[in-house]
């Protein structure tokens, strides 16, 4: 009585023995239905990957075997010019000499050779020009049409007819294999050319020498041959593709594919995109395995093709006769597998089905163990049962003393959690304090530098200051209305009056603490320079430091005003110090560009003092560092942190005893934070 589906089903998934066969019989036949598809896979990916590599490689064997046979061409010809009879009828300047020349082409296995004069060289390109001029031959394919075959021979023109099996037109161009040889006179004159030419139209003798070369006896099967086509644009001219598949008992001119065309999407790619194309194609009247190459003239223009290719059935064929052996072996494989394992189970189901009753018993909350299941001792089934049991037996201690454990848990974690908040407010509390001594240093080191700019300031201010104060008194009190006698005195007013507001507010901005001048903004910065100039040009003078501009007009920048004029008086003052007395200070401003793309700002601050050591230069960034006997050694190591906030860098080169150059790099955009205050 057969048992129905579902009632299989029900067995599968509640009884332990048909669950174990499961188990053990679907992950062999999964594994080896998957060495089936794997296998299946592979081999037809390495089989047609094999088949496109070989059929691409015996198509460059096949156009290296074009370029042999046109060298052979070449030497042909070049034996003849070179030849006694050729040289002796040239000197003697032979009125026959043309046509004799055109009767040894026989001789010379060419279709034909003809002698020009010098004035055939309008006929060429200018690249085929000058090799000949050069004395080089030159060897090339060429599509000749109906009337300059006529002029070479009627009978040439004849032969070059190719009759199109699509729609019976007549191709009466003719694909020619070239060589042209220059002669020059005793002068070394280019005086003639020689030209040989083979005619490829509806010749056997090319492509049959190439196949007999790519594809010997025995490269395929026997029910297979391989093939070679030379194209005009898309019509087969030349081809061994027959037109049955039993073709070698029909006539070459019958037997031959001749004016048939190649398919739409290899003419496509090869005619028209000039490109190399290997994959299966439909041929005529059946499916090839095929490789395309174009055929170029002297002028680089694709105006034909290179084919080979063979039967692609009895390729498919013999995969499919290995792929059937494989598969039979595989099955007979898993029927084996599948009896030996049901076999071997059978023994494990009756102890399985006990501990399956056991375990089931006791999630019921019975007090139940496995005991004896009638194996040997030393049987795996034993050994678990006997474990199990033992393991039951400590279940009810192993809960209470998790359950204690649970609470002493709960404890701990309540106390680290407890000590771990503590730790955080501390922490939280050191960096507060770190935060507020780098603020800290930051105004120690502003302060210091503004100490010595304030006695400089107040030097430019009080000279305008007097001018000012004197002729505003003057003007106000003598003149009157009449003030437009002195206006040159009333300009020099107004000039020192900008001078002082200029030098007024730069101190001021520089000095000042927190506001707008902590905000990001747009800027140009040959303003800032000019401004960082203004604070530091007393303190230049003084030791007799000239200050020299050599500005561009780099991109507006993403920076801190405040910080960057900081930046700007720090470095500045740097190379004022470092120019005991007597010496230049070249400030320049250029378009920060990498890779031809636009970065943003570069400025250079250049002096021409001391200079720095390699170790000096390895150090000039830490803090507390310095090469001065005054100063705290925070000047470059804050600047770079100010530079830092909107992604900018400092960097410098130095030369011992020659000076030093600090470069500042400013991007165009930061990219550490985002800034809803930017001013355009």
């Known amino acids: 009585m057969m048992l129905s589906l579902s009632l299989w089903k029900r067995r599968v998934q509640t009884m332990v023995r048909y669950r174990l066969l ?28 094999n088949a496109l590599n ?29 030849s006694y009879q050729f040289q002796i ?64 021979s009627p009978v040439l023109a004849s032969k070059a007819y190719v009759v199109n099996k699509e729609d019976n037109s007549i191709e009466k161009r003719g694909l020619i294999s070239r060589t042209l040889i220059p002669i020059f006179n005793e002068h070394g004159h280019l005086e003639w050319i020689v030209d040989s030419g083979i005619l490829l139209n509806n010749s056997t003798f090319l492509v049959d020498r190439i196949r007999d070369l790519i594809y010997p006896e025995g490269d395929l099967a026997a029910d297979n041959y391989g093939t070679v086509t030379l194209f005009l644009d898309n019509l087969r001219i030349s081809t061994n593709v027959p037109l049955h598949n039993d073709f070698a008992n029909k006539s070459l001119n019958q037997g031959r594919a ?38 170029r003239d002297m002028n680089d223009k694709v105006i034909g093709m290179l084919y080979t290719g063979y039967l692609e059935w009895p390729l498919l064929k013999q995969y499919l006769q290995n792929l059937v052996e494989a598969g039979v072996t595989i099955l007979i494989t898993l029927l084996l597998s599948t009896i030996f394992v049901h076999r071997g189970a059978r023994d494990l189901f009756q102890p399985i089905e006990k501990i399956h009753y056991v375990v089931k018993s006791v999630q019921m909350g019975k007090d139940v163990r496995i005991g004896d299941l009638g194996l040997n001792n030393h049987h795996e089934l034993a050994s678990l049962a006997q474990q199990f049991d033992n393991m039951l037996d400590q279940l009810q201690q192993r809960n209470l003393e998790i359950q204690r454990a649970s609470k002493d848990l709960e404890s701990k974690v309540e106390s680290r959690t407890a000590s771990l908040h503590e730790k955080t407010i501390e922490l939280e509390q050191y960096i507060k304090l770190l935060k507020q001594a780098q603020d800290k240093l930051i105004m120690s080191e502003k302060l210091a530098s503004l100490g010595e700019l304030t006695a400089g300031i107040a030097h430019e201010i009080n000279n305008p200051t007097a001018v000012i104060l004197g002729n505003t008194e003057l003007i106000k009190y003598e003149l009157g209305e009449g003030a437009e006698v002195i206006s040159e005195e009333l300009d020099a007013i107004m000039e020192q009056i900008d001078r002082i507001r200029n030098i007024t507010r730069s101190l001021l901005q520089y000095s000042r603490q927190g506001g707008i001048q902590d905000q990001v903004t747009w800027q140009y910065i040959n303003p800032i320079i000019e401004e960082s100039v203004t604070l530091v040009r007393t303190g230049a003078h003084k030791r007799d430091i000239e200050v020299e501009f050599d500005f561009e007009q780099p991109p507006r920048v993403e920076v801190n005003r405040h910080h960057l004029l900081q930046v700007l008086v720090n470095l500045q003052m740097n190379g004022i110090h470092a120019m005991n007395s007597k010496g230049k200070l070249i400030i320049r401003s250029r378009t920060w560009c990498e890779e031809g793309e636009e970065r943003g700002a570069i400025i250079e601050v250049e002096d021409f003092g001391n200079g720095m050591s390699a170790e000096q ?37 130095s030369q011992l005893g020659k000076g030093s150059v600090f470069t500042v790099y400013l991007p165009t955009k930061s990219n550490q934070q985002q800034y809803d205050n930017l001013v355009g």
Do not use: C
Not at 263 to 291: C, F, H, L, T
Not at 617 to 628: E, G, Q, V
């Open 617 to 653: 230069l390895s150090r000039i960034f830490d803090p507390f560092y310095t090469t001065k006997r005054e100063g705290t050694g925070l000047g470059l190591s804050v600047s770079q942190s100010l530079l830092s906030q909107t992604d900018g860098e400092i960097k410098v080169r």
């Open 54 to 82: 070989d059929v691409g490689s015996k198509l460059s064997v096949a156009n290296n075997s074009i370029v042999f046979l046109q060298k052979e061409q070449g030497a042909e010809l070049r034996g003849f010019v070179e």
């Open 89 to 152: 009828k040239l000197k003697e300047r032979d009125s026959d000499f043309t046509n004799w020349v055109r009767d040894q082409a026989g001789k010379y296995n060419s279709d034909y050779i003809a002698l020009h004069p010098i004035s055939y060289v309008d006929q060429l390109p200018a690249t085929i020009v000058k090799a000949l001029s050069l004395g080089i031959s030159r060897t090339f394919f060429q599509v000749m049409e109906q009337d300059d075959l006529n002029n070479i």
């Open 22 to 49: 499961w188990l053990n019989s679907v992950p062999l036949f999964l594994t080896l239905l998957a060495l089936v598809v794997i296998t299946a896979f592979w081999s037809v990916h390495y089989t047609w990957q």
């Open 258 to 295: 001749i004016g048939t065309t190649v398919s739409a999407k290899v003419k496509n790619n090869v005619i028209e995109n000039g490109e190399r194309w290997v994959n299966r194609a439909y041929v005529y009247n059946d499916w090839y395995i095929s490789a395309y190459q174009p055929i």
